[in-house]
């Protein structure tokens, strides 16, 4: 069970509006498997030293920018100790790094390093890839109603849209 401080301020405890048929759940469960194994794939070499948790981990830095630990585990619904464990192992590989806040010296900010966004990039390129070969078994037509079902489905868990992601860190050190 998720902390309250968590459930009460992300996606996984909104209650929106009527609770969903379970043949829409069964769909998407079976669907995300899918997608779960694309995000496997897609990661290729770096899934030797990353996890997919800590791929998230990355993809939260790469799509908001620097996060303090406490709102990079919100992010994620997870603890903020474990947040703080993930990123040290992150920190060590050199794809994020821990820097203190312009604003708030006393904030310790996490932000994606140069090495971290490659590792970003290039998964998100491969899963484009994997992507696309599965949406080309589908006509076209129901190409574009699964995008658009997807997006609002993105939209409504809290997803940055790729185009909306911060430029990629300068390399500092």
């Known amino acids: 069970m998720l902390p309250l401080h968590m ?9 929106a509006g009527d609770t969903p048929d379970e043949t829409v759940v069964d769909a998407v469960l079976s669907a995300s498997r899918s997608l779960i194994a694309v995000a496997t794939m897609s990661l290729g070499a770096a899934a030797e030293e990353t996890t997919l948790a800590q791929y998230r981990a990355l993809v939260v830095l790469a799509s908001r920018g620097p996060q303090r630990l406490v709102d990079l585990a919100g992010a994620l619904g997870v603890a903020p100790s474990t947040a703080g464990r993930m990123c040290d192992r ?3 590989k050199g794809l994020a790094r821990r820097h203190r806040g312009c604003s708030d010296r006393r904030a310790v900010l996490v932000a994606i390093t140069p090495a971290g966004r490659a590792v970003v990039d290039q998964a998100t390129a491969r899963r484009r890839e994997l992507i696309a070969g599965i949406l080309a078994r589908l ?7 699964a995008a658009d079902g997807l997006r609002a489905f993105a939209e409504a868990a809290g997803e940055v849209p790729d185009s909306q992601w911060p430029p990629v860190p300068a390399d500092v050190p």
Request: charged content about 10%; aromatic content about 10%.
């Open 7 to 15: 459930a009460s301020t992300s996606w996984w405890g909104a209650v």
């Open 139 to 145: 006509p076209e037509p129901v190409q574009h109603m």
């Open 90 to 92: 992150l920190v060590r």
